[in-house]
């Protein structure tokens, strides 16, 4: 027996709806031939040990309205993964990223398999065709499963406007990050590229990671409108504080920890609010280094080393941590406002409290 706020039990039941949908997906490409399985494979791997943030932020949305917990409720949570995963394999393929989750990306592990059995043609671009394909059923086994999930429908119907704009959200925010690393910053102010590297994370993640799920999930559940505001504000506060550390794991986490190499976002030139504050206070010297090095394919340690120096000696580092730290504080005080009208569950809300750590932690 699960306890009802017992995160790890949580997880291992989506796990579970995960693994039960794509065993369904299986048998539906069964009738097509073996020969569709990199495709499957590609997906159960990425789904296979991931933290579920967002499955538990829907669940503990709904759970706020006071609704109790089922196994379709879980299901419906577990739609949430796998939009995440549609994400994460078209994010690694415009990346170019090496790993995920400490394992070949998606689109290099098919590509292997290219060169491994001696088939024709470029194996890279045989890799990415499938990496985006695999994605694409993602998008569609999240559709299946907030349908099918076992809830009724006209509490699914609550949920769906946002559901749909969340999906819609997401591939905008994708886009502006793409727009963001070529078109540069040039002539900008601190505060202009700081709001740019801001606007990139809260349509790219914050959203999609935290305050869309919890508002379905609320929605879903029948929470009322005039307490969705404070779960807004939460979430959105909570998703930026989530990003920044990102940012920060991205450039200094240890890569046994976060799945990928280290540097990887100063390979691919990423506009962060870390890089804005770190060029705005930077000698002329250690401007030049930072804006010779980022943006290289064949950046190497020593590079990565000599960035990491200037974004310490620089107190960017320093700027983005006071600011995960008093994003954090924001989600706490929504969170109270929430609380204190009494219409909202005080389980589900310790639970989303205690999220915000689990958010923020310094470690992968």
């Given amino acids: 027996m699960h306890r009802p706020t017992d995160l790890d039990a949580l997880r291992r039941r989506v796990q579970r709806a995960i693994e039960g949908q794509i065993a369904g997906a299986r048998e539906a490409l069964a009738e097509i031939g073996p020969e569709t399985e990199p495709l499957v494979g590609a997906v159960s791997g990425l789904l296979t040990g991931g933290k579920g943030l967002r499955a538990g932020f829907l669940y503990w949305g709904y759970r706020a309205a006071g609704r109790p917990d089922s196994d379709a409720l879980v299901r419906l949570a577990a739609s949430m993964e796998f939009f995440q995963a549609a994400a994460l394999l078209h994010d690694d393929v415009m990346d170019r990223s090496d790993t995920r989750r400490g394992m070949p990306s998606a689109h290099r592990a098919v590509a292997s398999l290219h060169r491994e059995r001696g088939w024709a043609g470029d194996g890279d671009r045989f890799g990415e065709g499938a990496a985006i394909l695999a994605g694409d059923l993602c998008l569609t086994w999240c559709d299946e ?26 591939m905008g925010g994708q886009f502006l990050d793409l727009l963001e690393s070529v078109r540069g910053w040039d002539g900008m102010s601190l505060d202009e590229r700081v709001a740019s590297a801001r ?35 939460y979430g959105l506060a909570l998703g930026e504080a989530f990003q920044l550390r990102d940012d920060l794991l991205g450039v200094f986490g240890d890569p046994e920890a976060t799945g990928k190499p280290a540097g990887d976002d100063l390979r691919e030139g990423k506009r962060t609010v870390l890089l804005a504050h ?12 930072v804006e010779s090095l980022l943006g290289r394919d064949d950046l190497d340690e020593s590079g990565v080393v000599a960035i990491r120096e200037v974004l310490t000696r620089t107190g960017a580092v320093d700027r983005v941590e006071s600011l995960i730290a008093d994003l954090a504080e924001e989600a706490h005080e929504a969170l109270a406002l929430a609380a204190g009208t009494g219409r909202l569950d005080a389980d589900a809300l310790g639970v989303l409290d205690g999220l915000i750590a689990v958010s923020t932690a310094r470690h992968a």
């Fill in 145 to 170: 499963l907030y349908a099918s999930c076992g809830l009724p429908a006209d509490e699914l119907a609550r949920g769906r406007v946002l559901f749909d704009r969340m999906r819609t959200q997401l």
């Fill in 278 to 289: 770190a060029l705005d206070a930077a000698s002329p010297e250690d401007r030049t280094t």
């Fill in 199 to 233: 606007t990139v994370i809260r349509y790219k993640s914050a959203k999609y990671t935290i305050e869309h799920p919890l508002l379905i999930g609320a929605l879903v559940g029948g929470v009322a409108p005039d307490d969705l505001a404070p779960l807004s504000d």
